[in-house]
């Protein structure tokens, strides 16, 4: 919990003034009302359409007793307290770089364009074996993100897991400094932020802001198996340790068995000794993950036998759920986001899968110039995998093209989601396997529960 007095220290020259009682402790920071709980701090930040200023008053309402604000409200509820900064965002960075700074966990920092969140899920349960750990909640990442976790730091806290997100060239540094990471690991360099940051070199440029951030006496995992993430060892300072399948991969898997949705075994080699593993993480993907945690234990003190046995114990911690679908179908929910490469990695999922196989693929974003030929490698992908494959979106229209000239069993397409959830009602049956995945702004989670709730199956996405 954070004092007032921590609050102050903390803020120090970024803050202009205190309104209000002073005798509150903070539980957390958040930066959305609607989910400010007794306890809180708000942090209200502005936006391009939206100023947390006009929100604080709702804050306090839902339980926040404190608020990081550049502007007070018309009236101040009683026992709350107003912190008042001109830059609410540079403040709350202070804030979190001081915090941090009062306690010393073991800091790993994972960054990549897909595959952060499951490695962090994996690497977290691993070093969870030894370790109390802290990982970063939801999608708390970026210049936003990480501060509010970086504040849920607590002195029991050994190690914590956290993603770095990137949405402009210099996060990931800014990100560093404020975490102060021992261990990092990338996981990939993907097109997805190409339509901000201008081309896959500018995103590798960006993501590789990690290493070279890292001291001497650190180390970095990075995936031998892209070529762009592989060359970042010649930009760092730190101890590199790569990973992959790869034979010149210094920890690497081989001997792979999938198993589709029940799961996967592999055999890891590290400095010359090897542990057989098996794991209900589904997908082959998953092994990359498995190999970046591997790297920071092994560099954390475990052995390689401890890592095996933790790895055999993981959740399956991947935004895809195996759900049950209708007419005792099998539904692989993945709508949460996607990109090109892991639009590859769920299909390479479904195709380990038994019985007949559907996809229900829509738009990747922010692909920039990029985005039609990548749209067309997924169809192409998809032609290899699907028995039936159901496109929705403008841009999904190239991916529906492609698969039929690659000879695509039977591939539909429609601009947009009307009906599609009656398609695939009509379609299910005993034993398939159904694979909905698209970018965010798709919504094809709306999709998901319709199927299964006009089936009786349930939306409990859990």
Not at 37 to 56: K, M, Q, T, W
Not at 103 to 115: E, L, Y
Not at 424 to 453: F, H, N, Y
Request: hydrophobic residues 45%; charged residues 25%.
């Amino acid at each position: 919990m954070l004092t007032h007095t921590d609050l102050v220290t903390g803020l120090g020259s970024t803050l202009r003034a205190t309104v209000g009682g002073d005798d509150r402790t903070v539980e957390r920071a958040v930066a959305d009302s609607r989910l400010c709980r007794p306890g809180d701090l708000f942090v209200a930040l502005p936006g391009e359409s939206l100023d947390g200023a006009d929100y604080v008053t709702d804050a306090f309402a839902r339980g926040a007793v404190a608020a990081l604000t550049a502007r007070a409200p018309e009236t101040l509820p009683a026992g709350r307290t107003l912190y008042l900064a001109d830059d609410p965002l540079a403040a709350l960075q202070a804030l979190a770089g001081w915090w941090r700074a009062r306690f010393d966990p073991r800091v790993a920092a994972i960054t990549g364009t897909v595959g952060k969140t499951s490695t962090k899920e994996v690497m977290a349960h691993v070093l969870g074996a030894r370790a109390r750990v802290l990982k970063t909640e939801g999608s708390l990442n970026g210049e936003i993100g990480l501060p509010l976790m970086l504040l849920r730091l607590r002195p029991e806290d050994e190690v914590a897991v956290l993603e770095l997100g990137l949405f402009w060239k210099g996060e990931i540094r800014l990100q560093c400094e404020l975490a102060r990471p021992r261990y990092g690991a990338v996981t990939n360099i993907g097109y997805t932020h190409a339509e901000r940051l201008g081309s896959i070199d500018a995103i590798a440029a960006a993501k590789r802001e990690l290493v070279e951030w890292l001291p001497p006496e650190c180390t970095v995992a990075l995936n031998a198996d892209d070529a762009r993430v592989l060359a970042m060892a010649g930009h760092a300072r730190c101890h590199v340790v790569t990973y992959g399948l790869g034979t010149d991969a210094e920890v690497r898997a081989d001997a792979i068995e999938d198993f589709g949705l029940n799961g996967l075994a592999f055999r890891i080699t590290a400095g010359g000794l090897s542990a057989r593993v098996r794991t209900p993480l589904l997908g082959r993907h998953s092994i990359g993950n498995c190999l970046a945690a591997t790297v920071v234990a092994l560099a954390d003190g475990m052995t390689l036998i401890e890592v095996a046995e933790a790895l055999a114990t993981a959740t399956n911690p991947l935004r895809l759920k195996a759900l049950p679908g209708p007419n005792g179908s099998t539904l692989l929910d993945d709508t949460y986001n996607a990109g090109p490469a892991s639009m590859a990695a769920a299909l390479d999922l479904l195709a380990a899968t038994p019985g007949r196989k559907l996809a229900v693929l829509g738009d990747m974003l922010e692909l920039g110039e990029m985005e039609e030929r990548l749209h067309r490698a997924l169809g192409e992908h998809a032609a290899r995998v699907a028995d039936l494959t159901l496109f929705v979106g403008p841009r999904a229209r190239w991916a529906a093209e492609a698969a039929r000239a690659a000879g695509g069993r039977e591939v539909r397409y429609q601009e947009t989601q009307d009906g599609l959830a009656t398609a695939i009602l009509a379609e299910a049956r005993p034993g398939d396997t159904i694979l909905l995945k698209a970018s965010r702004g798709m919504a094809l989670e709306q999709i998901v529960a319709a199927v299964r709730g006009a089936d009786g199956c349930g939306t409990d996405k859990e």
